[in-house]
């Protein structure tokens, strides 16, 4: 009845250097499966160079074609394995019998508090440290002080769920210690207090920001989607289609998009919360920057898409996802500039991986001082979002008196977040 719950995920390494890695998923079907896989392999720094998911309802089959988005990361095959087995429902008999998967408990929420001197790039050091440890960050609060130290407060869970250990929480500290050096003056871990308050804070944006921030107009504006485009040279309009003719069961979406980091679990988050199945999918190799995607799908219930206002408001929904995945503007807060980074939550409370990491690492490669820091929740446009927001600090050629320097951070930030 199915393969051992033990050989669900398997990880075959490349023949030759600069050849992906080939992830095979053998096991039980969910909805939103094909989500929580791509989700974890972007968390773990991978691009899907190409991908096949096959499914009849019952058992799902899954191979994705990995490599890291840059050469020097260093990337722990076998966590990966574990966190990608944790997202796959169990095959043991009785999942057959009740074909619920099993609920999964939240993981404690751990307060990382540490004491250090300001110095440029800071943020992403100890944000790469804890993405490298596996640790997710929840929550983030981060003060310079007027002596020009900063206090940061991290409140993380932990993806091996080893951080009651001593041993885990030892090891935190020592790696912070090892990359932060003589800057860093004091570190503490602890169960979160009263402090977290147990959800993720709902941040308060200005009518007129929240308006700039969450806006869908620039899916029609041909410069929004020319400034996203890497090479704009190759500007290719994305499409997507839905095809009822070929399959008396299912309907067939053909999507050509610009490629982005990410975009794989752009689609099939969408498609989660949006409650449609997936039957077969393949994706292809990227060409010339653009990917082409088949997918045949039907509804809950195992209906087509026949209708063509369901197929509209799919097909549109679709499009904004792939074309707006994060939204990014400087605003200017009295005589302070604060960058705002927004993406939407998944339904199921979950925002997307990695954002923090390279948001930090765009503004240290542009050589800019973070002031403080802050990750919220704002609800707007019918859904939750997920919004960092960063007070910055002017140095050298970045005053933000002047636009072209304030766009030129925007790019940086959108570039580093889309992967170009």
């Known amino acids: 009845m199915g393969v051992p719950s033990h050989d669900a995920v398997l990880i075959q390494k490349p023949k030759k250097p600069g050849e992906p890695y080939v992830i095979t998923v053998n ?20 691009c899907i160079t190409k991908g096949d998911i096959s499914t009849d309802g019952i058992w799902c089959y899954i191979v994705l074609w990995v490599l890291p988005h840059t050469s020097t990361l260093i990337v722990k095959w076998s966590n990966l394995k574990d966190r990608l087995m944790s997202a796959c429902p169990s095959s043991s008999v009785q999942f057959y019998l009740d074909h619920q998967p099993a609920h999964s408990t939240s993981s404690p929420v751990y307060l990382l508090k540490f004491l250090s001197l300001d110095r440029k790039g800071l943020l992403h050091d100890v944000t790469r440290v804890l993405c490298e440890l596996e640790l997710t960050i929840q929550r983030v609060k981060v003060m310079t002080t007027p002596d020009e130290r900063v206090l940061d407060l991290f409140f993380i869970t ?25 800057s860093c003056i004091s570190c503490e871990l602890q169960l979160a207090g009263p402090e977290y308050g147990g959800h993720q804070a709902i941040l308060t944006l200005s009518p007129a920001v929240a ?25 290719k309009k994305t499409t997507i289609s839905a095809d009822n003719t070929l399959s008396p069961a299912h309907t067939l979406l053909q999507i050509h998009s610009v490629d982005h980091k990410g975009l794989l679990y752009d689609i099939m988050r969408t498609l989660k919360d949006c409650s449609i199945q997936i039957a077969y999918g393949r994706f292809s190799p990227n060409v010339n920057g653009h990917r082409d995607l088949d997918l045949f799908i039907q509804q809950t219930g195992g209906k087509k898409i026949v209708d063509p206002e ?26 302070d500039t604060e960058l705002l980074v927004a993406n939407p939550v998944e339904l199921s409370g979950k925002g997307r991986p990695r954002v923090f990491y390279d948001v930090t690492l765009a503004l240290k490669m542009l050589g800019i001082c973070i002031f403080s820091a802050e990750i919220g929740r704002h609800f707007a446009s019918d859904r939750e979002w997920e919004v ?9 050629e970045f005053q933000f008196t002047n636009a072209m320097a304030k766009n030129q951070i925007v790019d ?3 570039r580093t977040l889309m992967g170009w």
């Open 211 to 235: 308006e700039e921030l969450f806006r869908c107009e620039p899916l029609k504006d041909e410069t929004y989607s020319r400034a996203l485009t890497p090479d704009l040279t190759k500007l």
């Open 310 to 335: 369901k197929q509209s408001a799919l097909i549109s929904r679709l499009k904004l996802e792939m074309l707006h995945p994060l939204r990014v503007i400087i605003s200017s807060r009295g005589p």
């Open 27 to 46: 096991c039980p079907d969910k909805t939103g499966l094909g989500c929580d896989i791509c989700r974890t392999i972007l968390d773990f720094g991978l």
């Open 388 to 396: 960092y927001k960063f007070l910055l600090e002017a140095s050298g």
């Open 158 to 182: 932990d993806n091996m769920d080893l951080l009651h250990t001593k041993k885990r929480q030892d090891q935190t500290c020592e790696q912070l210690y090892a990359v932060l050096g003589e």
């Open 412 to 414: 940086r930030v959108r």
